[in-house]
């Protein structure tokens, strides 16, 4: 299994990403994050039992795909 981490899953891409990994049989979705502040900070991702997380500090993660603004992605 290749840990996958999304920031960003807020957006159109950053979802859409995320719902594909949750469908893999190869792939585990161990991060969804939205910026602080964000709405969906600390829901469930939807067909999931992930709570959307606003920081990757301590993530278990082999792969990053970011769908963030660049602003978002030097933090």
Avoid: C, W, Y
Avoid at 21 to 37: D, F, I, K
């Amino acid at each position: 299994m290749i840990n996958i981490a999304v920031p960003g899953v807020g957006g159109r891409m950053g979802a859409e990403i995320a719902a594909q990994v949750l469908q893999s049989s190869h792939l585990t979705l161990t991060v969804a994050m939205v910026r602080e502040g964000n709405k969906l900070a600390g829901t469930k991702l939807p067909k999931s039992n992930l709570v959307i997380a606003t920081s990757l500090d301590s993530a278990k993660f082999d792969v990053l795909i970011d769908f963030t603004l660049p602003e978002g992605v030097m933090r």
